[in-house]
């Protein structure tokens, strides 16, 4: 009985991760919609270099403690009150670098404007290094409900300062000011939200630092993997064409890695408190794999069958020059969504180091690959198509260190992520064949979606029964809805 309430409450958390993210990036996809017709791609484009100079040096502040501590069963006051110290400490001499290193971000990206707009955007690691410490409690308890809360309230207030200063300002200014007026408001609902009041102390430096170091590793170097196609980019076009890298980028993450990212709060904590090697239980990691791939390969490769479609109704006109960009890079996002699933749960099950040594050689190979690619004279689109094959090439390499680890066939692993990704595959090609027009963008649009839909659950079916009806996520998806069916069936007939 114990263990069915423990389930419910991981999967209704697990729902409560995903449902914060979709609300959040709906919010943030509405107001990617409206700034795109008040500013241009050149002001995107500014902003997302600043930002990813500014990720690069974030690298650092992660640092592994929020993980750490969750590894912890019964932390103490000191090591909240440590983990904040360390957290304000990183983050305040990491603002100074930044804003002294401005002047020569400007020079690299021969973009004069970006010196005034990174030194200023420095303050957001102050503002980040204040948070409270205490809203960890929100991911060790499971209430993801009151994360939401806080986060949307923040969300919501951030957009309408966003849109009021771009309506004001006309130019990448109303950015900086949106973002510098989101970080000060989480700062300030992380202590109305969550009773926690942390002091300075260093009481427990050597045991958190010690348990983060090869996590900070693994965070550092996806980072890195993740911000090398804009700076590649940054380095050989024009702003207007970063705006339009960025900005798909952007939205093909929300759909893909954001969701991932939202799954793996619930799969670290659960998976850590197992306490259990992943050879204990490799049914349970084949599926997992599974399932990630089912949510990530519909959602990556439709983006990238309907690109046209989607960019002229989210943004206009003037981005058309994004869909090209949309369909590589929407692909490779999905498959590097079910590779942070690997990590996580190499990190949660006390692999750490495995995680940290297999996000590194990643990125060391995809940062060398587009910066090559840009140096020999590749362009934008050659750039995200190395991006593409080289997420593809991770996701491979992760199934093979993963297999090996949780001593499952690399095969079985291999067919579990594979079938559907060649289902979306399928529902791309046909989805690109039909090409619906009925003279309305909109209309064109929300139907290529339910068209995909359709496709991609036959195909899925279809390859899955040709496998031989192999355990995993998709047996348990399909038993699901054949029951949800029944049950609806049986209430139209007692109406």
Not at 254 to 282: C, H, K, M, W, Y
Request: net charge positive; hydrophobic share 55%; charged share 15%.
């Amino acid at each position: 009985m114990e263990s069915e309430r423990r389930g419910g409450g991981v999967y209704r958390s697990a729902a409560l991760a995903v449902g914060l993210t979709w609300t959040l990036r709906f919010i943030g996809l509405f107001s990617v919609v409206v700034l795109a017709r008040l500013l241009s791609p050149r002001d995107f484009g500014i902003i997302a270099l600043a930002a990813a100079t500014m990720a690069l040096v974030d690298i650092f502040s992660a640092l592994g403690i929020r993980q750490a501590l969750l590894r912890i069963l019964h932390p103490e006051r000191a090591h909240l009150d440590t983990a904040w110290t360390i957290q304000l400490i990183v983050l305040v001499m990491l603002a100074a670098m930044l804003a002294a290193s401005a002047p020569a971000v400007a020079a690299f990206f021969h973009e004069p404007a970006l010196a005034l707009v990174t030194a200023v955007l420095s303050l957001r690691l102050v503002l980040q290094g204040l948070v409270n410490i205490g809203t960890v409690e929100f991911d060790r308890s499971l209430e993801i409900g009151k994360d939401l809360r806080m986060r949307v309230t923040v969300r919501l207030l951030a957009l309408a300062g966003t849109i009021t200063a771009a309506l004001l300002l006309r130019s990448y200014w109303a950015l900086v000011v949106g973002l510098l007026l989101q970080s000060a408001l989480h700062l300030g609902a992380s202590y109305l939200f969550h009773p926690y009041r942390p002091r300075l102390s260093l009481a427990k430096r050597s045991e958190l630092l010690n348990v983060s170091l090869w996590m900070f590793l693994a965070y550092g170097a996806q980072v890195v993997q993740q911000q090398a196609e804009r700076l590649a980019v940054g380095r050989i076009a024009a702003a207007h064409l970063v705006g339009l890298y960025s900005v798909g980028k952007d939205v093909a993450s929300i759909f893909t890695l954001e969701i991932a990212t939202a799954l793996n709060r619930v799969t670290f904590v659960t998976t850590a408190r197992r306490g259990q090697p992943l050879d204990s239980d490799p049914a349970r990691v084949t599926a997992l794999l599974g399932c990630y791939a089912m949510i990530a390969a519909p959602a990556g490769i439709g983006l990238a069958a309907v690109a046209e479609d989607a960019v002229a109704v989210l943004f206009g006109p003037q981005w058309s020059g994004g869909a090209r960009l949309l369909q590589l890079i929407a692909p490779g996002c999905a498959f590097y969504a079910v590779y942070k699933l690997i990590v996580s749960s190499l990190q949660a099950s006390d692999r750490a180091r495995a995680a940290a040594i297999m996000s590194c050689c990643s990125a060391v190979a995809t940062a060398g690959s587009v910066f090559l690619v840009a140096a020999v004279g590749g362009d934008v689109y050659d750039i995200a198509f190395t991006a593409l094959a080289l997420s593809g090439a991770t996701l491979l390499g992760g199934v093979a260190v993963f297999s090996r680890i949780a001593r499952v066939p690399p095969l079985q692993l291999i067919r579990a992520v594979c079938r559907p990704f060649v289902a979306a595959t399928a529902m791309c090609m046909v989805v690109r064949l039909a090409s619906v027009q009925t003279g309305f963008v909109a209309v064109d649009l929300g139907l290529s979606i339910l068209v995909g839909a359709a496709i991609y659950v036959a195909a899925l079916a279809a390859i899955w029964a040709a496998s031989g009806r192999p355990d995993g996520a998709e047996k348990t998806a399909f038993t699901m809805l054949g029951e949800a069916h029944r049950l609806a069936s049986r209430k139209r007939r007692f109406r």
